[in-house]
Nanobody, 124 residues
Framework: QVQLVESGGGLAQPGESLKLSCVVS????????MGWYRQAPGKQRDLVAM???????NLANSVKGRFTISRDNAKKTVYLEMNNLKPEDTAVYYC??????????????????WGQGTQVTVAS
C-alpha cells in the first residue's frame, strides 16, 4: 500500500524559511510526477509546485523566486524549500505522487496518491 508522509511544516515569521519533505513508501514500481498543493481556509486547493521524473520543475507564479522544488529518487522523497515566506503562504500543504505499483504480480497503471497534509503558518 502506497503511503506519503510529510514533515517540516510549522510556524514561521514573515521572511523566514521552511523546508517540507514528503516520503513515498509501499510497493512502488515507478514514481512519475511529484509535487505540492496547498489549501488555505475557505479556499480551493491550488497547485504550488510540481517536478517530473526528469527533474523538470514548474512553480505557481505566486511562489516563483521564493520556493524551490526538488526530489531524490533514491529516497523516494520530494522537497519544497520555502524562502521569504509571506502571511499569504499560510495553508495546509499536501504532497502528491503519481505512482505505478505491482500487486499480486499484476502491474497497475499509475495513479495519484496524497499525503495527509502539513500546516504552514506564517505570522509575526
Amino acid at each position: 500500500q502506497v503511503q506519503l508522509v510529510e514533515s517540516g511544516g510549522g510556524l514561521a515569521q514573515p521572511g523566514e524559511s521552511l523546508k517540507l519533505s514528503c516520503v513515498v513508501s509501499g510497493g512502488t514500481v515507478s514514481i512519475y510526477d511529484m509535487g505540492w498543493y496547498r489549501q488555505a481556509p475557505g479556499k480551493q486547493r491550488d497547485l504550488v509546485a510540481m517536478i517530473t521524473s526528469g527533474d523538470q520543475a514548474n512553480l505557481a507564479n505566486s511562489v516563483k523566486g521564493r520556493f524551490t522544488i526538488s526530489r531524490d529518487n533514491a529516497k523516494k522523497t520530494v522537497y519544497l524549500e520555502m524562502n521569504n515566506l509571506k502571511p499569504e503562504d499560510t495553508a495546509v500543504y499536501y504532497c502528491y505522487a503519481e505512482v505505478a505499483t505491482v500487486v499480486g504480480g499484476i502491474a497497475n497503471p499509475y495513479q495519484k496518491y496524497w499525503g495527509q497534509g502539513t500546516q504552514v503558518t506564517v505570522a509575526s
